[in-house]
């Protein structure tokens, strides 16, 4: 029996990029509530909680960009080209983010500077991200399996809105994760955002997904014309379900708890997408298969891939476990 390459590769890049959000997403959230907070010592604190892992978490974002090119190279062909200055923007905001990560901790009398480059390249990667990921869904026009648009075709009213539900995401991802992993009165004050954070973040993914099935014909045909409503039902139940969690959890004083349900809508969310645009890639009309490299090409690269992926997940696995626990002003980190 002949295995279905694209397919496999579709679930590993896939997964990939989830992986990423999952990560990369409550470091850049963290950037993303650094104006909530004006004390050095509490912003050292949010620092140092991810300090041993944050570049780590990117790990992901090369292996997805890596198999994309290895895997899917007519993608190259159309993503890219459609989102050129949004993703060149995301590179920016990563670069920032990472220099202020490592400059701010030697720096004295510029440290505000630096904690102004780590909010503004956290948040213009997230924004940025969210743009990509709404030009994505609304469709791109392809010839040839070639990109046939223009060069601000991103650019729309839905790709902002996705920008913002980005933001958000981070966020309420980030300040999960403080609440997992700070304690005494910066718990406290995360503690008091999570709750306006879940409900926003709801109220987003309500709104795109309303935008969604409402614009996109094909989006709404797959959820309601295609006799699968009932399977896919559940989803947005269990969106709200997760909320309600959240606010329950935050009202009990669980630690964990709400990072994971956060985690959990991520999940859910990217669930979503995935029903809303399979098979296709690209969509409106490049499928995986359409898109994919010769058989040979796919089967060259999986061999690498199965050797290399499960020691960066063991790898990730045991960075978190060594620095697992609370973190507290005067603990070592970028000091």
């Not at 509530?33 to 978490?57: C, H, I, Y």
């Amino acid at each position: 029996m002949q295995i279905d390459l694209p397919v496999v590769w579709a679930a590993i890049i896939g997964l990939g990029v989830f992986i990423y959000v999952m990560l990369d997403g409550f470091d850049l959230g963290i950037g993303l509530l650094f104006p909530f907070f004006d004390a050095k010592s509490e912003r050292q604190v949010m620092l140092d909680t991810v300090a041993p892992v944050w570049d780590g978490n990117e790990t992901f974002l090369v292996l997805g960009g890596a198999g994309l090119y290895g895997a899917f190279p007519v993608v190259y062909s159309t993503l890219l080209p459609a989102n050129y200055l949004p993703l060149v923007l995301m590179l920016v905001g990563l670069i920032f983010r990472g220099a202020a990560f490592e400059l701010r901790a030697k720096a004295t009398r510029t440290q505000h500077m630096w904690d102004l480059a780590f909010i503004g390249g956290s948040a213009l990667a997230a924004f940025c991200q969210g743009i990509v990921l709404g030009s994505l869904l609304q469709g791109i026009k392809i010839e040839n399996n070639q990109f046939a648009g223009g060069p601000f075709d991103w650019l729309s009213p839905f790709s902002l809105l996705c920008g913002i539900g980005v933001l958000v995401t981070y966020a309420t991802l980030g300040c999960g994760w403080l609440i997992l992993k700070v304690d005494g009165e910066l718990q406290r004050k995360m503690r008091l955002l999570m709750k306006p954070l879940a409900g926003v973040l709801l109220a987003v993914m309500a709104v795109v997904s309303l935008w969604t099935v409402i614009g996109l014909p094909a989006v709404a045909h797959r959820w309601f014309g295609s006799g699968n409503l009932g399977w896919f039902l559940p989803v947005p139940v269990l969106v709200v379900a997760c909320v309600w969690g959240i606010f329950h959890a935050v009202k009990r004083q669980h630690e964990a708890t709400p990072f994971l349900l956060t985690l959990a809508l991520v999940f859910l969310g990217y669930t979503g997408l995935v029903i809303s645009i399979w098979p296709n890639i690209v969509p409106p009309s490049l499928t995986i298969w359409d898109a994919s490299s010769s058989h040979s090409s796919q089967l060259f690269a999986l061999v690498g891939t199965v050797i290399v992926l499960p020691i960066i997940l063991v790898y990730n696995a045991m960075q978190y476990r060594v620095f697992r626990g609370k973190v507290r002003e005067g603990d070592i980190g970028y000091h």
